[in-house]
């Protein structure tokens, strides 16, 4: 099956530095990875759409310049967390699409096991 | 923005027991899904049901979709300790590409 690696698994950091977390499709090419954020004993809520070789689409309340999205490739996409503050702690998840689909409306999504992030 | 309700938040169950979680949603859909997430990882998919079918099984879940009603199941038959996890709707919508989740329903089944 469609595997979804993302890594690191967790990270902890100091105010103020910047995090990076990879999104990788393994065994398939994924043209749109989606970027989550999940707080504790909560669903999940969509940050942006990783769009390769353009530019994400966030949504609305995301800070753009603070979540920096880039997907370079058909198998790798990364967020960015900038100048992190204790308020960004949480665990992020990417998921990602397979490209090769008759509909991508009935595709499933494929998730990474997410990165738990805490900044201290 | 989440367009989905889950009920209950929480459910408690002995083994072998049936468990089922129910789903709300607001607007018209192309598709619906199921999925489940173990406590600190990522999402699991588990099954898809199309606006046009009502009721979809895979081993021993059941899925059924009203969209009369605006609704959909999920029935897991003979739950086993194994099952203890988060279950989340998530449907997808018009043009939209992303899925909206639902709140979830967190599933506990007591060996």
């Given at each position: 099956?469609?595997?979804?690696?993302?890594?690191?698994?967790?990270?902890?950091?100091?105010?103020?530095?910047?995090?990076?977390?990879?999104?990788?499709?393994?065994?398939?090419?994924?043209?749109?990875?989606?970027?989550?954020?999940?707080?504790?004993?909560?669903?999940?809520?969509?940050?942006?759409?990783?769009?390769?070789?353009?530019?994400?689409?966030?949504?609305?309340?995301?800070?753009?310049?603070?979540?920096?999205?880039?997907?370079?490739?058909?198998?790798?996409?990364?967020?960015?967390?900038?100048?992190?503050?204790?308020?960004?702690?949480?665990?992020?998840?990417c998921s990602a699409q397979a490209v090769d689909r008759a509909s991508s409306y009935n595709s499933p999504?494929?998730?990474?096991?997410?990165?738990?992030?805490?900044?201290? | 923005?989440?367009?989905?309700?889950?009920?209950?938040?929480?459910?408690?169950?002995?083994?072998?027991?049936?468990?089922?979680?129910?789903?709300?949603?607001?607007?018209?859909?192309?598709?619906?899904?199921?999925?489940?997430?173990?406590?600190?990882?990522?999402?699991?998919?588990?099954?898809?049901?199309?606006?046009?079918?009502?009721?979809?099984?895979?081993?021993?879940?059941?899925?059924?979709?009203?969209?009369?009603?605006?609704?959909?199941?999920?029935?897991?038959?003979?739950?086993?300790?194994?099952?203890?996890?988060?279950?989340?709707?998530?449907?997808?919508?018009?043009?939209?590409?992303?899925?909206?989740?639902?709140?979830?329903?967190?599933?506990?089944?007591?060996?």
């Amino acid at each position: 099956g469609a595997v979804v690696s993302q890594h690191p698994s967790w990270v902890i950091c100091k105010s103020g530095t910047s995090v990076k977390i990879e999104c990788r499709s393994l065994d398939f090419q994924a043209t749109t990875m989606f970027w989550y954020r999940q707080f504790p004993k909560q669903s999940l809520m969509l940050m942006a759409t990783s769009n390769e070789g353009s530019k994400a689409t966030y949504e609305q309340g995301v800070e753009k310049d603070k979540f920096l999205i880039n997907h370079a490739s058909l198998t790798l996409s990364t967020l960015t967390v900038t100048s992190a503050h204790p308020e960004d702690s949480s665990f992020y998840i990417c998921s990602a699409q397979a490209v090769d689909r008759a509909s991508s409306y009935n595709s499933p999504l494929h998730f990474g096991n997410g990165t738990r992030l805490t900044v201290t | 923005s989440q367009q989905g309700e889950e009920d209950p938040q929480a459910l408690s169950i002995q083994e072998g027991e049936n468990a089922t979680m129910n789903c709300s949603y607001k607007t018209s859909i192309n598709n619906l899904q199921w999925y489940r997430q173990n406590s600190g990882r990522g999402l699991v998919h588990l099954i898809l049901i199309r606006s046009n079918e009502r009721e979809k099984h895979s081993g021993r879940l059941r899925v059924t979709l009203d969209t009369s009603k605006k609704s959909s199941s999920l029935l897991i038959t003979a739950s086993r300790a194994a099952d203890t996890a988060s279950y989340f709707c998530a449907t997808l919508s018009g043009s939209a590409r992303q899925l909206t989740f639902g709140s979830g329903t967190q599933l506990t089944v007591l060996p």
